[in-house]
């Protein structure tokens, strides 16, 4: 299923959704929505003249695999390898803080018992993949 969703600079953004059904899964769903919410903002965010990105989902094994991929601008290996590390950097004259919201991703990720993974190159684009796994551990309040 394809949609065009809007335009970013100049150019279309077009959506793909490959969303295969899925069994059950034991969660925090306004937690992982977040999560979500926040992969595909950062893909849509790096669509700078319009671009494609693609959400999907499929089950291997014992656990549910979502990717979310663009085919925007992409990060540079050194920028891939520190996103989901916390901090602070100056930005002109200012003090700015950085990748909380990976930080933040990836906790959430893990308190389900899952990983997220990042892979991106330079004009290349970016695909986020989560993987959960399908008997996870006990969720508390």
């Given at each position: 299923m394809r949609a065009l969703v809007g335009r970013a600079g100049s150019g279309n953004v077009t959506v793909e959704l490959d969303l295969r059904p899925m069994p059950p899964l034991r969660c925090r769903p306004q937690q992982l929505s977040a999560v979500?919410?926040?992969?595909?903002?950062?893909?849509?965010?790096?669509l700078d003249q319009g671009g494609h990105v693609t959400v999907s989902t499929r089950q291997n094994n014992q656990a549910i695999e979502?990717?979310?991929?663009?085919?925007?601008?992409?990060m540079g290996a050194r920028q891939t390898q520190s996103v989901f590390d916390p901090g602070f950097h100056v930005s002109g004259d200012r003090?700015?803080?950085?990748?909380?919201?990976m930080f933040?991703?990836?906790?959430?990720?893990?308190?389900?018992?899952?990983e997220i993974r990042i892979v991106s190159g330079e004009g290349k684009g970016t695909t986020a993949k989560v993987t959960l796994p399908l008997r996870s551990r006990e969720m508390h309040a």
């Open positions: 979500f919410a926040g992969l595909l903002n950062n893909a849509l965010g790096a979502v990717e979310i991929r663009d085919d925007g601008r992409g003090v700015v803080t950085g990748n909380w919201s933040g991703a990836r906790q959430i990720v893990r308190e389900h018992g899952g």
